[in-house]
């Protein structure tokens, strides 16, 4: 049923659908309020037999999740940015043990300096402990995501964090056609764990492994995300089966054919692409699309196999790898290698700032007519960044710089600070 209803609220409706056995929640926003209407189902019996444990910390929820899904529930939780880092050690556990727990991710950038906005750095810094990540474009696709992030996380006995982008979606207000439960219950079987905890058949879950054998282990959870490279297209064919429309799978097209120039980008930021896409090919440019929907397992055979006739690939991203460049166009650059593409790195959208379908065009142009610098940073103030180093150059103890370049950028904006 089509209804406007706020991201995170139909988000919240998605996950109570797959009847969740043992949710462990701790607030920070922009996911509260999945967990909060989550609570309140519970609370109202709306999710048969579930158990919500509010917990002391994220590192907390996690922790909880793992051993509820080692006793074999079917076990959910949400967080961000920090909350994500605070729980790292229990997220590399979770992969490290196989443990089909879904996580949504409302990214949001990392401190310090303190931000509250989107970017995807949260789910960059996790991109190696293990879990699939699937990144949603829209509120429709996150609901989808969900409903098919506890299939395939349950087939595979690996986890999987399901990507919204913070506030841009978990707070916005959108039609989503919500699934009934009998649709959920038809494409989404009952849990039937592949290791489980029983005082009648003991097993030790999280035994020390020395090397004799770590490596071994380390390529079975690769083996997992290799597996899920067939698994996630074939579930997102299922789901269309059942519910009428296309959501998820790998990658998605968008005027790929004869295309001279592919933008590529994870979350909500394609939808502004495809908008700049539209305006470029009415002008004559032959350009298209890529929208990643699975960022792990990354899909360099289906990324080769769309981009191998392209000239040029421009990877949008809204991370950097401090003293590197692009994290997304490094996989993009090992997954096209060999081939005579150019791909291009912009880094854009850190902390929030917002990414224009003009800026999108504007790069496009600049990148087939004269070439970017590598990485090229979009809208990056550079006299702000000219200043501040100049100032540290000639002091010392020249101050702190998150509060200088506030302090510089509102004095020439004209803002009081």
């Known amino acids: 049923m089509k209804q406007q209803i706020e ?41 048969g037999n579930c158990q919500f444990l509010n917990v002391e910390s994220e590192f907390g929820a996690l922790s909880v999740l793992i051993g509820a899904s080692a006793m074999g529930a079917r076990s959910y939780t949400a967080t961000t940015s920090q909350g994500l880092l605070f729980m790292a050690e229990a997220v590399y556990n979770a992969a490290g043990l196989g ?9 949001r950038a990392i401190g310090a300096p303190i931000n509250i906005w989107n970017d995807h750095s949260d789910s960059m810094a996790m991109r190696d402990a293990g879990w699939l990540q699937l990144f949603a474009e829209d509120n429709q696709e996150a609901v989808d ?34 699934p009934t439960q009998e649709q959920v219950d038809d494409f989404l079987p009952p849990f039937e764990p592949v290791q489980v905890l029983d005082p009648q058949d003991p097993v030790s879950i999280g035994a020390m492994v020395g090397p004799e054998a770590f490596t071994e282990v380390r390529y079975l959870a690769h083996h997992k995300h290799l597996q899920a490279l067939e698994a996630i297209p074939r579930i997102s064919q299922a789901f269309q089966d059942i519910f009428q429309r296309s959501s998820g799978g790998l990658l998605k097209q968008y005027h790929t054919d004869e295309a001279e120039t592919l933008l590529l980008a994870l979350g909500s930021v394609n939808g502004t692409i495809k908008d700049a896409v539209d305006d470029l090919r009415t002008e004559g440019w032959p350009v298209g699309a890529i929208q990643l929907c699975s960022y792990r397992p990354f899909p360099s055979h289906a990324l080769r196999h769309v981009a191998h006739n392209a000239k040029r690939v421009i990877v949008i991203e809204k991370d950097l790898a401090v003293g590197n460049g692009g994290i997304v166009s490094g996989e993009v650059k090992l997954a096209l290698q060999g081939l005579p593409t150019i791909v291009d790195t912009v880094i854009a959208g850190l902390g929030g700032r917002a990414i224009s379908k003009a800026a999108v065009i504007d ?32 002091q010392r103890r020249s101050g702190p710089t998150p509060e200088n370049l506030l302090r510089e950028i509102g004095l020439s904006s004209g803002k009081a600070l």
């Not at 998605?14 to 949710?23: G, I, K, S, T, Y």
């Not at 004269?370 to 100032?391: C, M, Q, S, V």
């Open 7 to 47: 991201g995170s609220q139909a988000v919240a409706q998605a996950v109570a659908l797959c009847r969740p056995e043992v949710m462990a929640c701790y607030p920070i926003s922009p996911q509260t309020h999945i967990v909060e209407t989550l609570s309140r189902k519970v609370k109202a019996g709306e999710i």
């Open 145 to 178: 995501l969900h409903i098919q992030a506890f299939r395939l996380a349950e087939e595979l006995s690996c986890p999987v964090m399901v990507c919204m982008d913070g506030y841009i979606l978990t707070h916005a207000f959108e039609e989503v056609d919500l």
């Open 99 to 107: 443990l089909p727990i879904v996580m949504t991710i409302a990214n």
């Open 363 to 394: 790069i496009v142009k600049a990148a087939c007519l004269e070439g970017l610098e590598e990485p090229h940073f979009l809208d990056l103030n550079w006299e702000a960044i000219n200043r501040e180093l100049t100032k540290q150059a000639e």
